[in-house]
């Protein structure tokens, strides 16, 4: 579905992503893990359109995306839950949820619905304010809002970042459950350990390249991954 080839991304004179090759199936779940500054947000933002790439190709089912703006990408199916949790706060989650469904004319409802049903949380603070949320419950609409797209592609940058254990296992649980539903994610994650049992596919990002590739239970029983992500080695 994604293929993503030698993509080359600088920041003025700082090579943030030097050449990197990946894919993302149809259906699948796909993790980029590695330390902070990698580049894992700078590769989601370049597939997004959101910084320009300097080289290299993204195709989303066989469509060169490099040279498209944002908004025709998310509308061929793309959108990026970005890091940290950018909820409107003086609007309320049912408002929040309406803005993810811009760029459609269609009717609104059965999606509506079918959030709800993932988040129920979120149902019944559908007239609260999105700033009075707790940070997982911000998360969650960050994500409910993003799926009102109707993304084909979901990526998700860190959406466990400091949130508590239990929030952190309701997070993964529906991440799983979205993608039953047949929308593939690309998933960013400092949590090693959980974005590793979810994935089909895994990729470990340093300094700007790809350094180990594998499904998630390789990753899990590589020893050199362990010993440097997963805090833990044989
Ligand atoms: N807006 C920016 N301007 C300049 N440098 C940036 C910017 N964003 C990120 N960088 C640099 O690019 C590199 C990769 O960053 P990033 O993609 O955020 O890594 P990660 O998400 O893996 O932590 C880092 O060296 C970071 O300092
Ligand atoms: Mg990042």
Not at 159 to 175: E, K, Q, T, W
Not at 181 to 191: K, P, Y
């Amino acid at each position: 579905m994604l293929k993503v080839e030698n993509l080359r991304v600088n920041y003025g004179g700082i090579r943030a992503v030097k050449g990197i090759s990946f894919e993302v199936p149809d259906h699948s779940i796909v993790t980029l893990i590695g330390a902070n500054g990698a580049g894992k947000s700078t590769t989601l933002r370049a597939i997004s359109g959101l910084v320009k790439s300097a080289s290299g190709s993204i195709q989303f089912d066989g469509t060169e995306l490099l040279s498209l703006e944002t908004p025709a990408i998310i509308s061929r199916g793309i959108t990026l839950v970005p890091e940290g949790r950018h909820v409107f706060p003086d609007m309320t989650v049912l408002e929040n949820i309406k803005i993810g469904a811009y760029l459609r004319r269609d009717s609104l409802e059965k999606d509506i619905n079918w959030v709800y049903q993932l988040f129920p949380r979120l149902k019944e603070r559908s007239w609260q304010l999105a700033g009075t949320l707790s940070g997982g419950e911000q998360q969650m609409l960050a994500v409910a809002r993003a799926l009102m797209s109707h993304p084909r592609l979901l990526m998700m940058d860190e959406p466990s970042l400091g949130l508590a254990p239990l929030i952190v296992r309701d997070i993964f649980s529906i991440i799983r459950e979205i993608n039953r539903h047949g929308v593939t994610v690309l998933l960013i994650e400092q949590n090693a350990n959980m974005a590793l049992h979810i994935a089909d596919r895994a990729y470990v990002m340093e300094t700007g390249t790809i350094t180990v590739s594998g499904s998630g239970k390789e990753l899990l029983a590589n020893d050199a991954v362990r010993a440097a992500y997963l805090g833990k080695s044989r």
